[in-house]
């Protein structure tokens, strides 16, 4: 007899998606993505276009939305003995003064530190030498052994002028894994895998959610008197990380920086007691305002690191509905889903969108969930 599987059972959250449904492309628009809207008291999915959000946001709701900026976190070169190394840069450097703070232009050499993920042929011994470009090289400073968690190395950036266009210049988009650009990325992934709020530097994923909107579809949604409020949320390589526990609670994830400001937490406060809904774009966004939430379900600023990890059995204090990418089998962003709109029904729904030819993932179609 098989054995039922529970809502905090990692094998609960498995499901099969041929490989045709993994997005490699952007659609030819921002806003040309379909949306599977699933409302609780209906029981079939519904099918609609992304620009059909605007009918079913509601005067006097509020759309929230992560204000992160994607920096160009892969890094190609050579050792000094001519072999590959590629570095994956896992927060924004953090520099030592003002001048390495990406501020400086006059042609002096800058330096900042940073946590990477290493890949290499053979492992290299602390001090080894990385070349990027004429403008950016790396001295590894704790390898391997030193005792990093999750096969982490500490490194030293060295780069000429200011830091973020030398990122630009000798950086790569940082693609998820399952999305193909084994000949490198294409021009336009610097465009489209940034959202039109990005702003303030610090992820390595996209909130990929908000990559549907167009400014033609934000302008009609606030001539709808819906009020778009921002938040930060730095996405990190955790987003990526496979959970190995097989009971899901005992996972623990990786956290990140957040923020809420004041003028976002004010306007929640204030829709909430109007009796607006609060939407959240992207699960980064459920967890920072889930994050701030009081017990009374009040938003508070807040500036800190979040480690909010949200599965079936939590209770939402402040977000009602979302809108969402479809995620991989047995993430904690499908246990966060799962936790707003029920496991089984949530997994249904997915079945039916393979069914619907729907594209999945980072450059896929959305979802919206609708509670109230």
């Known amino acids: 007899m098989t054995e039922r599987l529970t809502d905090f059972d990692l094998e609960a959250y498995d499901y099969v998606l041929p ?16 949306l599977l809207v699933v409302e609780r008291e209906t029981e079939s999915p519904q099918d609609l276009r992304f620009p059909d ?67 290499t042929s053979k492992k290299p011994k602390p001090g080894a030498r990385f070349i990027f470009g004429e403008r950016l090289e ?6 391997l052994e030193a005792g990093l968690a999750d096969g982490k190395v500490r490194v030293a950036l060295r780069f000429q ?38 702003d303030r530097t610090g992820a390595v994923a996209a909130p990929t959610a908000g990559l549907h909107f167009s400014k033609e579809l934000l302008a009609e949604i606030k001539a709808s008197k819906v009020a778009i409020a921002q938040i930060t949320l730095h996405v990190g390589y955790g987003t990526f990380a496979p959970v190995r526990a097989t009971d899901i609670r005992q996972h623990r994830i990786h956290e990140e ?13 204030r829709t909430k007691k109007a009796g607006g809904r609060i939407w959240a774009v992207g ?10 939430a009081a017990t009374d379900g009040s ?12 599965v079936p059995g939590y209770r939402f204090k402040v977000v009602d509905n979302l809108i969402t990418n479809f995620h991989l089998p047995k993430s904690s962003l499908l246990f966060l889903v799962a936790s707003l709109v029920g496991r089984k ?6 079945q039916e969108a393979i069914r619907r030819n729907y594209r999945f993932y980072s450059y896929g179609d959305a979802m919206a969930i609708i509670t109230r």
């Open 138 to 143: 790396a001295r590894l400073e704790a390898g």
């Open 345 to 350: 029904r949530l997994l249904a729904c997915y």
């Open 53 to 119: 959000i605007v009918r079913l946001l509601q005067p006097e709701d509020i759309l929230v939305v992560n204000n992160t900026r994607v920096f160009p976190a892969r890094l190609i070169g050579r050792k000094e003995s001519g072999g590959r190394v590629e570095l994956f840069l896992l927060q924004y450097p953090s520099h030592h003064s003002d001048n390495a703070a990406g501020q400086n232009s006059d042609g002096a050499w800058s330096e900042a530190q940073a946590t990477a993920l290493i890949k």
């Open 283 to 292: 699960t980064t966004t459920v967890r920072a305002l889930e994050f701030a």
């Open 161 to 198: 002028g200011a830091l973020s266009e030398v990122l630009a210049c000798h950086g790569k988009v940082p693609l998820p894994p399952y999305i193909n650009r084994s000949e490198g990325e294409f021009s336009y992934d610097r465009e489209r895998y940034q959202t039109l709020f990005a």
């Open 257 to 269: 920086y957040v923020s809420v400001p004041a003028a976002t937490a004010d306007l929640i406060n």
């Open 299 to 310: 938003v508070r600023e807040l500036e800190g690191w979040c480690g909010l990890y949200i």
């Open 19 to 34: 490989a045709a449904s993994i997005a490699q492309l952007p659609a030819e628009k921002r806003d040309g993505a379909r």
